[in-house]
């Protein structure tokens, strides 16, 4: 527990709407605690902003311990702030010192519009997730979950890919604003079980013709993504979705075809 | 005064739910897509439900105010979810399950639902592995369990710290198949601000988008409302920042009865508070209670000092001392009440004497650094990043904090409230915990009434109201609720007075926290009985929400949700004054035995109390349901 | 057909596309290199191998349709996917951004791959129609009388005494120029840049990568481009010096 507060410099980006233009403001912070959190500093200064009669400046959070995905908050020009492995809420304010200027920006890539400040709409992801990221099982319908065993291996690297809170930060550190760590990480996850080989290259296939339809730029193997991603989802995935994808589109090519459907 | 009927099935235990399954009324499967029914919610429960709802072929529309159904608070869950499968062959059994449970709950539960539960969990770890859940495997490839506080049995199913982000995702993509499909409509950043009663029964909602501003009017034919719990009150809590009790507050002033509002469980392993910006308490999973143990120093003289200079003789591992046969793995209330009393006592560790330790040195040297990091790796990485402390080295400060909330909308067994069409499921009903929930059972409700009760028992409801028969949204009863809610609105929007809404939230969290938390007593809550009318009335006069009501504004969500906080904590006060023993999660200082264990009073208080809201500025009514124990003997809870 | 659609069509076909073609160019320019390397043999040796490779008539034809072929489907792909690329990442940039994962490389394909374009084309009308250069084009050069047999796979293919065009001297005299021999090193110096990144990407888009060799590969990757950097830059700078006359 420390006791030494000091003062830093915000500079934020405010916008008051979707398409509305916007600019950076600097607003200063005093009385800052190095045990405080990112975010706390910043409801600090939005209390203070409130009283002034300034609007406060709206960002996305909610669990602020790193797992629902909510925060997404460019730091000093990197996503989620100067740790690695860390969320934006899990940042606090002993990585910063008296009289730091931190500029604060929202997500840049247009299939994640700005819906006011900091906040983003990521609403993309979830329609990626609705184009396959699912096995189709009725509830009810399941058979005893100890009929099929899966090695353990196998169950830890589909939970390292599991382990994706959906935050956009990989979508954001891209220079391409490609969604493939997120969109990998998804299909291995379901891709990897003995559940989801029966939809497999239906899942893939889907999953990428949507994220491609919603704007998303293509990866150029730059690995900015999995150094900037909360979870360190690792870019392996990528490579096991491209060779996935690969498979399925050739597979998807090869297929018998029955008499007469052709017609 | 409400009717409670429990409507419990009559008939020997085990098979009230078969039976009731068997003898309840079905829809005509070409019926059901003429009937709409609203979720609210799309945590564990609300997801589950919206997506098995949807299969059946409901038309289904889900309410979230999150960004994302993803992000509800579900996903924070990190230590496991119970089920009664005995893979690990140790005698565990669907009775077990019910009996620990209720147990655990200081008998304050309904026998029939908690047993069901326990019926249901087998099928839940099913339903979720085949969804492509990853949950911990043992080599030979079969699902691995671990122990969890209250049990005696290895029966919690875990994907490694995040149990509940997996379970949630896993639900999620259920709903998204159901959202691909066309059979869920999904609104996010949609908040419910009132529920619409029709004829008594309730058929809609209002909603105000939290992006435009827009209020709009939602009918249905059954309203499920599944938004989780209330502990945020507290304003410090292990809840994220958004969770909310403004959807079965207003339920409440529709005429829902709210349950039990005092039950409020304390999490004993939490990282201790810092200083007064803070906005959220962080949970250390109980798993960690596996390996950890919990001490402090003897003598209050030592409690600054370094921990590892206190020597063996010069520690009390109270937990392991008092509590022998469960040690370190108590239940929750009852770890957390221990924490309370040595602190109390001027042995708390740290700055602030506000914690214990929670030491892993024995295992370390058992297990090495690297066996402890296998299994609780990023639990020490999150303790790091928030105390800048190495947890290898150094034991961790732990203290309890608020976590749960056992309290919540009264319902049946059919998860009705007592207002026809109002379902409510998941932490949102007051229904299977009673007075404490064990660990790794909250998961297993809400999946449970999800999956497997509420795709029954809404049928047997809408059995009885006539296809089509829905009112329209434009009906004067929508139209009223909709009015109304725009006025609190812009009302809230006008006072632009002195203080942010943080600064109410953060005084009525203390005084909740000093006379409704860990211990309460008449004294304290008759003070805060005083004190939270005052704040509200000052809250009314003097809050300043900046900004508008037509974008997305952040200060007049929460204004709105700690509005509604203003008056829960309130009839939680009062509730915890009414509720004349100790039980669980509600501990009044007047009644324990000399170990300052709880002290329940079996003949006057085994029954649920459901309050009913009279209207503004009168008393609420304590209606009560009677608990009847057919089946478990009601005795002293004993973890010694 | 659906295969068609898929590798045209979807971001990862045409990576799949540009990665296929890559390894084409590549295995192209691996081998130009060798052959070129010759120069620093007898006359004729690399003689004998232009002859050679002039005399396949219909066959090498068909290795330049599908060079070609290769060679706009890459730059197409690439330009397609960078276009929309650059429409996804919005108008409005980071005022701050940090790199953090990305190579040097990598982070300047697209302006490397389009001066090896360049390039390429000068290289085009430099040793091949005779455009840039006439006055040292092969074809305006005395002819080469080979000294002895030339063997490709122990046959005999240019027989001694044929007469050939003299491809050294058209290089030796090309390069003579300090601006071309500059040009060339530049640019093969960008290409070797361009391969450091696509050569290891290219593992990646096939899916063919995880992170226990990534480091094992990148070097390889390194001292390969290294090499061949090397190898092209040897050709223009013996020249400039003197070396190779
Ligand atoms: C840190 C932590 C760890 C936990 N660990 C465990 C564990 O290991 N095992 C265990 O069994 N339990 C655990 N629990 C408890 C358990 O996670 C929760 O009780 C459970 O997940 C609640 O699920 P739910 O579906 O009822 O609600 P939630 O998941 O809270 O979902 C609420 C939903 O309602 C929506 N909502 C709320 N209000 C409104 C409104 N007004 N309008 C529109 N939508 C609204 C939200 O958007 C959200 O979708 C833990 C809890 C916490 C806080
Ligand atoms: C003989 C010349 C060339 C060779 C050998 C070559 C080789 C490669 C290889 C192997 C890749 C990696 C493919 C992958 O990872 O998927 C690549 C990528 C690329 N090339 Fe080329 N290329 C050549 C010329 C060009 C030209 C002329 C351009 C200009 C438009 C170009 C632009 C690109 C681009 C933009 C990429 C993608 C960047 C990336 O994957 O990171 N290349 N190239
Ligand atoms: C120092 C380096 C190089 C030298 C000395 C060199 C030399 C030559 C010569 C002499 C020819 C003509 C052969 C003939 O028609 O008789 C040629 C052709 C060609 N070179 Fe190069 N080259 C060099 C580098 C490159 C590079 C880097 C590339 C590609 C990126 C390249 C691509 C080509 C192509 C495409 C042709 C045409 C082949 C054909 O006629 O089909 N060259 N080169
Ligand atoms: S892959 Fe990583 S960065 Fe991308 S959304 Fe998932 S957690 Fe966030
Ligand atoms: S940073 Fe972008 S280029 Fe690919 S590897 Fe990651 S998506
Ligand atoms: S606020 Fe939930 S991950 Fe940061």
């Keep these: 527990m420390s006791t030494n507060t000091f003062s830093v410099t915000v500079r934020v980006w405010r916008q008051d709407g979707p398409g509305r233009p916007g600019a950076f403001a600097d607003y200063p912070v005093a009385g800052v605690n190095p045990d405080m959190s990112f975010l706390e500093m910043l409801d600090v200064l939005n209390d203070e902003l409130t009283m002034k009669g300034i609007e406060p400046v709206a960002f996305a959070h909610d669990c602020r311990e790193g797992i629902c995905g909510t925060c997404s908050l460019v730091i000093d020009g990197k996503p989620h702030g100067p740790h690695h492995g860390v969320a934006s809420c899990q940042t606090y304010m002993r990585s910063y010192k008296d009289g730091d200027v931190i500029v604060v920006e929202p997500y840049r890539a247009r299939p994640f519009p700005v819906v006011k400040d900091l906040v983003t709409d990521r609403s993309a992801f979830d329609k990626i997730q609705q184009a396959g990221g699912f096995i189709s099982i009725r509830t009810g319908s399941a058979p005893e979950a100890n009929s099929v065993p899966v090695p353990k291996e196998v169950a830890d690297l589909a939970m390292d890919a599991a382990q994706c809170i959906g935050c956009g930060a990989c979508v954001a550190a891209c220079k391409n604003s490609s969604a493939m760590l997120f969109v990998a990480a998804k299909v291995s996850h379901l891709g990897l079980l003995p559940q989801g080989q029966p939809e497999r290259d239906r899942r893939v296939l889907a999953m990428v013709s949507t994220m491609d339809g919603l704007g998303f730029g293509s990866c150029t193997n730059q690995y900015e993504c999995s150094a900037a991603c909360p979870k360190l989802i690792s870019h392996d995935f990528i490579a096991r979705m491209n060779r996935d994808y690969a498979k399925a589109v050739f597979r998807s090519a090869f297929k018998p075809v029955a008499a007469g459907a052709e017609a | 005064m409400a009717k409670l009927d429990s409507k419990v099935p009559p008939g020997e235990l085990s098979g009230k739910w078969r039976r009731h399954k068997a003898d309840i009324r079905l829809v005509n499967p070409a019926n059901k897509r003429k009937y709409e029914v609203i979720v609210v919610g799309a945590g564990l429960a609300g997801s589950s439900a919206a997506a098995s709802l949807a299969e059946m072929g409901y038309k289904v529309s889900c309410f979230v105010f999150h960004d994302s159904p993803r992000r509800a608070h579900s996903i924070a869950a990190q230590g496991g979810i119970n089920a009664a499968k005995n893979y690990q062959n140790d005698g565990d059994s669907v009775y077990r399950l019910f009996y620990d449970t ?289 947890a290898y080295k150094v034991p961790m400060r732990i203290f309890p904090a608020v976590h749960y909330t056992m309290g919540g909308l009264w319902v049946d067994y059919n998860l009705m409230s007592n207002v026809p069409g109002l379902f409510v499921l998941g932490e949102a009903n007051f229904s299977d915990h009673g007075a404490n929930r064990l660990g790794a059972s909250a998961l297993m409700q809400g999946l449970g009434d999800g999956y497997f009760v509420i795709p029954y028992t809404v049928g047997d409801y809408l059995a009885s109201q006539k296809p089509g028969s829905r009112p329209s949204a434009d009906s004067q009863e929508f139209k009223t609720a909709e009015v109304e809610v725009a006025l609190t609105t812009s009302r809230m929007l006008s006072i632009k007075g002195k203080e942010p809404v943080s600064h109410y939230h953060k005084r009525l969290g203390q005084i909740m926290w000093q006379y409704c938390g860990m211990a309460r007593n008449k004294e304290g809550l008759e003070k805060a009985l005083q004190e939270i009318p005052a704040l509200r009335k000052e809250f009314w006069e003097n809050v300043h929400v900046p900004g508008s009501g037509d974008t997305m504004n952040q200060s007049l969500e929460r204004a709105g949700r700690v509005a509604d906080f203003l008056e829960l904590g309130e009839l939680m006060c009062r509730d915890a004054l009414a509720r004349e023993e100790s039980c669980g999660g509600h501990f009044r200082e007047e009644h324990q035995y000399p170990d300052g264990e709880c002290k329940r009073d079996d003949v006057n208080f085994a029954h649920v109390a459901a309050w009913e809201f009279a209207g503004e500025g009168k008393d609420p009514v304590r209606n009560t349901e009677p608990l009847n124990y057919e089946t478990v003997k009601m005795s002293v809870r004993n973890y010694k | 057909m659906d295969l068609a659609r898929h590798l045209l069509r979807s971001t990862l076909g045409r990576k799949l596309i540009m990665a296929g073609t890559g390894v084409v160019l590549i295995g192209f320019v691996v081998g130009h290199l060798v052959g070129n390397l010759q120069v620093f043999e007898d006359p004729d040796r690399i003689n004998g191998y232009a002859h050679f490779l002039q005399s396949l008539g219909p066959v090498l034809w ?57 390039f390429i084309l000068y290289h085009l009308a430099h040793f091949t129609l005779g455009a840039a250069q006439p006055a040292t084009f092969k074809e305006n050069l005395p002819h080469y009388v080979m000294k002895g047999d030339y063997h490709v796979l122990g046959v005999t293919v240019v027989r001694a005494g044929a007469e050939v065009l003299d491809c050294r001297q058209m290089v030796i005299g090309g390069f003579k120029n300090p601006v071309v021999a500059l040009f060339y090193m530049v640019a093969v110096g960008l290409l070797s840049l361009h391969l450091l990144h696509g050569a290891e990407s290219l593992f990646q888009t096939f899916g063919w990568k995880n992170h226990s060799w990534e480091r094992g590969l990148r070097a390889v990757v390194t001292l390969l481009c290294a090499a061949y950097f090397l190898g092209n830059l040897a050709i223009p700078g013996s020249v400039l010096l003197g070396m190779l006359r």
Excluded at chain 2, 143 to 169: C, E, I, K, M
Excluded at chain 2, 203 to 231: E, F, M, P, S
Aim: aromatic share 10%; proline share 3%; with cysteine.
């Design chain 3, 62 to 118: 068909l290795v330049r349709i599908f060079l070609l072929v290769c060679v706009v489907l890459h730059i197409w792909s690439a330009t397609v996917l960078s276009l929309e690329s650059m429409k996804a990442r919005g108008s409005e940039p980071y005022r701050v951004k940090k790199w953090i994962g990305a190579t040097f490389a990598s982070r300047y394909m697209r302006g490397t791959g389009y001066v090896v374009l360049a």
């Design chain 2, 102 to 390: 209720i147990k655990g709950g200081d008998y304050r539960a309904r026998e029939a639902n908690v047993h069901r539960l326990a019926e249901v969990s087998v099928n839940i770890i099913d339903q979720c592995v085949a969804q492509g859940v990853p949950f911990a495997r043992e080599y030979g490839g079969l699902l691995d369990n671990r122990s969890f506080g209250g049990a005696q049995v290895s029966r919690t199913f875990y994907a490694r710290g995040q149990t509940g982000q997996q379970l949630l995702l896993g639900a999620y993509s259920a709903l998204s198949k159901g959202i691909a499909s066309g059979g869920i409509t999904l609104h996010t950043q949609s908040e419910m601000l009132d529920l619409v009663v029709v004829d008594g029964h309730a058929k809609g909602i209002i909603v105000r988008d939290l992006v435009t501003g827009t209020i709009t009017r939602h009918a249905a034919d059954a309203v499920i409302l599944a938004t989780g719990g209330y502990g945020n009150v507290f304003n410090l809590s292990t809840y994220a920042r958004g969770s909310n009790a403004t959807a079965i507050w207003r339920a409440y002033k529709r005429g829902a009865c709210f349950a039990n509002p005092c039950y409020t469980q304390i999490h004993p392993t939490c990282i201790p508070v810092t200083g007064d910006y803070q906005s959220k308490l962080t949970l250390m999973s109980e798993s960690l209670r596996n390996d950890g143990r919990i001490w402090v120093p003897k003598r209050k003289e030592d409690r600054l000092k370094p921990p590892a200079s206190i020597p063996e003789s010069d520690r009390d591992y109270y937990l392991e001392r008092i509590y022998p046969s469960f040690g370190n793995l108590c239940p929750r209330d009852v770890a957390s009440r221990a924490a309370k009393r040595v602190c109390d006592e001027g042995r708390g560790v740290g700055i602030s004497g506000l914690g214990v330790y929670l030491d892993f040195a024995e295992s370390i040297g058992r297990l090495g650094e690297s066996g402890v990091r296998e299994r609780y790796g990023n639990l020490f990485d999150i303790y790091k990043e928030i105390t800048n402390e190495n």
